[in-house]
Structures are given as C-alpha cells and as structure tokens.
C-alpha cells in the first residue's frame, strides 16, 4: 500500500551544496510532478513529467533539474542549494491528465 | 486574477455547525474538479470529486457550478477531526497540470 514514497523525509543542507530528492510509485501511473509549498503561497509547480521519457517546466523550475528514471522514478535535483529552497517538496502522480493526484508525504528541506 | 481562488479563512465553527466554502476558477475550458484536504505538516489527500450533477460523501456534499464558473464543499455536522485546510484543484481539459488554490482553513472547536 506503498502509493508515492519520497525520500529523505527531513534533510538540512549548507548553502552551494547539492542534493536530490528521491521519488518513486507503485500505482503504474504515467504522470509525476514535484511541487514545493511555503507558507502563504500554496502548492507551486516545480517541473512535471507527463510520461515516461518526458519532462517539463512548471511555475517555479530555476534552481531545479528533474529527471524521469523509468516510469516509477522521478527525482528532483538541487544543483547548488539556496536559503530560499528551504521548503516542504511533495512529489505526485496521476495516471492519466483528468484522474486524481496522489501525493507523497513530503520531504522538508532546510537550506543553511 | 488568479486561476482558481479561494478564501484563505479561518472559518472558525463550533462542533454540529454546517459549514460552507467556494472556490472560483477562471478557465472556461476547465474539465475536472478535486476537493482535497491537507492537515497540518502532512499530504494533500482526495477528499472528494466533484461531478457535473454534484455528489456526496457522508456528511460531504460538493457541488459545480459551470455557468458561474465555482465548485463548493459543504460540509454538516461538522467534527473537530474536520479541521484542516480545505484546497480546490481544476484541470483544464487536456492539460497535464492541475491547479490548486491556495485552500481555506477550517477550525472546528468545541
């Protein structure tokens, strides 16, 4: 009953320093999109992947690459981390455009 | 004007109280309509569809409303367990990308 699992749950990180962001589901669905959400602001697109070997610009993609691995897979990257990348990251699927969006817990990133 | 809208709150209610909100959305081309919940430090999860004739869950009746271009969420008998933040996402048809509204705060007390 695993549905969309991220990780790491919590990770602090030093300003200039990369990371990635893990994301995988078991629902075989075709579309996954990474969303960051502050306070205030709502759920604010980063990059979304329609299917499989496809990837695309959202509301707020500098700062960020993507890649869609298979079709499970999808990870968000950190190049070179800044304080305002401090934020909880949710990673979604859905099958297909019109069907229900399925998150994952979330991962919260503190950028030092 | 923002694509989809609605009032941040806090709708402060007492428990048993019915409690309604909008959410309005301005692409015409919009297909699809989700109500989600979100409690706090945790996920948006599906709370419910919302279908073109209206639907209801229990206590949760959701509505649409294309000529004025909004969808409700009505809950009754409301529940302390009830409070969270309450968020309206559209589709538009064909596109990929939902879109969420900022969501409204529910606070049910005692």
């Known amino acids: 009953n695993a549905g969309v699992t991220q990780t790491p749950k919590f990770q602090v990180l030093k300003t200039g320093q990369s990371m990635t962001l893990q994301c995988a589901q078991d629902?075989?669905?075709?579309?996954m999109y990474w969303y960051r959400q502050d306070p205030g602001m709502g759920l604010r697109l980063i990059y979304y992947?329609?299917?499989?070997?496809?990837?695309d610009k959202g509301e707020v993609p500098n700062g960020y690459n993507v890649s869609r691995l298979n079709k499970r897979e999808f990870s968000l990257r950190l190049e070179s981390a800044a304080p305002s990348q401090t934020s909880v990251y949710f990673c979604a699927s859905s099958a297909n455009p019109r069907d229900t969006i399925y998150f994952g817990e979330g991962s919260w990133l503190t950028v030092v | 004007r923002k694509e989809v809208e609605q009032d941040p709150g806090p709708f402060n209610v007492p428990e048993g109280a019915t409690v309604a909100f909008n959410c309005t959305y301005s692409n015409s081309a919009s297909q699809s309509f989700f109500w989600y919940r979100q409690d706090c430090r945790k996920e948006p999860k599906l709370l419910m569809s919302?279908?073109?004739s209206g639907n209801e869950d229990g206590r949760f009746t959701a509505q649409l409303n294309r000529a004025s271009q909004y969808i409700s969420l009505l809950i009754r008998d409301s529940k302390l367990s009830d409070s969270a933040t309450y968020l309206c996402?559209?589709?538009?048809?064909?596109?990929?990308?939902?879109?969420f509204g900022r969501g409204t705060s529910l606070i049910v007390h005692p």
């Open positions: 919302v279908y073109s």
């Open positions: 992947s329609a299917s499989e070997g496809t990837t």
């Open positions: 996402v559209v589709k538009i048809g064909g596109s990929y990308i939902p879109t």
């Open positions: 629902m075989n669905h075709n579309s």
